[in-house]
Structure formats: C-alpha cells, structure tokens
C-alpha cells in the first residue's frame, strides 16, 4: 500500500508498505481522508513531544484526524459490512487500567494513540484498528468534514466540563479549529458567546458571535466561562484575568512553552482551571450530531490535497491557508 510518513525534519515522503493485517477483533479500514493539524506540523519540524521523550522516532507514520470505509473485518466483528462508513478514536485505550475500569478511559494509563505512538497513522491507504475505537457513520459516503469529528469530540468534553448555563458569558480565545468547533456548539446554547482572535475570522459561521476582539485590552470583561483553544503565548494569563470571580477557564489549547500564573490571583478570584484531555467517549455524540454542524465544519476546510502531493498539503498548512483545515485525499 502507498503510506506517506516524515523521515526527517521538514521531510515527508511517500513509501511503498505491506497492508495491515486484520486482527479477529479488528476492522481493516480503507482510508479516504486525513486531516492535518498543528499536531502534525510539529512532528514535520522535529519539535513535537512525541519525539522529544521518545514514544516516536523518524520515520513517522501520521494521521490522527480520519474517515475511511470498512474493507475486512475480523473473525470477531460482525455488527459491521464493508463498504460502512467509519472513523475512530485517536485514542487506544486498555480497558483493563484503573482509570478504564473506573470510566476515565481518557486518562488510560497504558494508551496507545494513532498516528502519534505505538499505533501507525491514517495517512496510508489501508489502517487497522481495533473494533472498540471505531464508530460507525453507517452507508454514508465519507466525506472530507468527517475528519472533523475527531478535534470535535475534544469540544464536546470541554463543552461538558463548562457546565454552561442560560445567560452565561462565554469567551473563546482562538479561532483555529477547535476554538472555532467550540464556537459553533456554544452557539447552540442560550449564551453570550464572544472570541478573541487577531486573525480573520471569516470561516465562523454567520451569527454564531456576538462579539469578536483581535486585542485582549479591547475585551467585553467579565466572563462567566473562558475557552482557552489557542495554547498562544500569554493566552492562560488572559483567560484568568477575563474571568469574573468565581469563573470556569477550560483550558483546550496546548501551549508550546511554559507559562508563568499568579496562583494568588486566582485563589482570591475563587477561579476554575480545568484542562481537557481529549474527549474519548463522545464520538458517537459527535458522529450523531454531524448532520446538524455540517455548514460549520465545511466552513473550516481550507483545502483538499490528494496523498500523493502531501509536502503541498504541509506548506499549505504552515503557511498559506485561509482556512484552519487542511485535509489529504487519500481514498
């Protein structure tokens, strides 16, 4: 099968690999879309957390964010036909850990996480996963905005951690994909919800903002809840000071680098820090409420790239987008 993979920094090509074998509890998935993220960009530059503590070497097989169709499933799996639309967990979680036994299965002390470590990415032709990290989108043709679904389940869990309520002022800073996925599930409450954000903020559904701010010093203060999704440097500190006493930051965005806080400040506020690991458990919520955000998730795609011109799709995503988005045909 035709994979791509970065085989050095700023290097990604593509190779010819043996087809996965199908486990008796595992589904054979022939891949059609993948979607690239910051994530992604990192491993390409070297610079990722992955490499640094060694859980992935050069050559990197990637793709985390993906839709195919079942091709083969094992001797085990019999609640899926082939040709049925799927995507699946980043995620491979244990089942038998502490934290899986006890329903935390985000917090699995023994993962694996597709296109990331110790499990090779969607960017190939075929992938195998195990039939517990998959769900079903049914006889549906898989489309590009499917990949969405996988940044989408991490909104979801820090959706639920915010435990908003009608009237609430809600901030969201960034509007890359998921401060922007944040932003169309927000919208669906009956909220205040503002972002800020210094770049253009053209692929956000009409309607779905109140207020928009591309400086902090501008800022509608005080919040009830603060959406931290850009990991921008100074983005925590402006999440907290934005809050009003009392308030809830949830904090989605992963920052490059270290950020200093003053624990006293948010003491005395009585504020809420509360930060998302993913959202494991919601993709057949998410998968359920596709139908209804597709305008918002088509929004977001900048581009389709086919497999084949895959360094395209990286420049694209580094540098000339207008779109958070940038998605790899492969099927």
């Given amino acids: ?25 595992d589904v054979l998935v022939r891949v059609s879309y993948v979607g690239l993220c910051g994530t992604d960009l990192e491993l390409l530059h070297g610079t990722s957390s992955y490499l640094v503590d060694g859980r992935t070497s050069f050559p990197h097989h990637f793709g985390h964010e993906w839709v195919g169709v079942v091709e083969d499933t094992g001797a085990h799996v019999d609640d899926l036909d082939h040709g049925d639309a799927v995507t699946g967990s980043t995620m491979i979680f244990c089942q038998s850990c502490a934290a899986c036994g006890s329903g935390r299965r985000n917090q699995c002390s023994d993962l694996r996480e597709v296109g990331l470590y110790e499990h090779a990415g969607a960017a190939a032709q075929f992938l ?4 517990r990290a998959l769900v ?5 043709a898989a489309e590009p905005e499917h990949v969405l679904i996988e940044p989408l389940v991490t909104v979801l869990e820090a959706i639920d951690a915010a435990s908003v309520t009608p009237g609430d002022r809600v901030l969201v800073i960034g509007a890359g994909t998921i401060g922007s996925l944040a932003i169309a599930m927000l919208a669906q409450y009956p909220i205040t919800v503002d972002v800020l954000e210094p770049r253009s903020i053209a ?15 501008a800022l509608a203060s005080p919040y009830d809840v603060v959406v931290e999704a850009s990991g921008g440097t100074g983005a925590l500190n402006t999440a907290v000071r934005a809050l009003r006493p009392g308030g809830t930051c949830i904090l989605v965005g992963v920052a490059a680098q270290p950020e200093p806080i003053d624990p006293g400040f948010v003491a005395l506020q009585g504020i809420s820090i509360v930060g998302v690991r993913h ?14 955000i597709r305008p918002a998730l088509s929004a977001l795609i900048d581009s389709v790239v086919p497999l084949a011109d895959v360094k ?3 420049d694209r995503l580094e540098s000339r987008r207008t779109r958070p988005k940038v998605v790899i045909s492969v099927g």
């Fill in 1 to 25: 099968m035709q994979a791509a993979v970065i085989d050095a920094p700023h290097s990604v090509s593509i190779v010819t690999l043996d087809t996965p074998r199908c486990g008796s509890d």
């Fill in 128 to 131: 195998v996963m195990p039939r």
């Fill in 279 to 292: 959202g494991v458990d919601h993709y057949r919520r998410a998968a359920a409420l596709f139908p209804r």
């Fill in 312 to 314: 395209s799709a990286f």
């Fill in 203 to 217: 692929h956000v559904v009409a309607g779905s903002v109140t207020h928009s701010f591309d400086d902090a010093a």
């Fill in 136 to 140: 079903s989108l049914g006889s549906v």
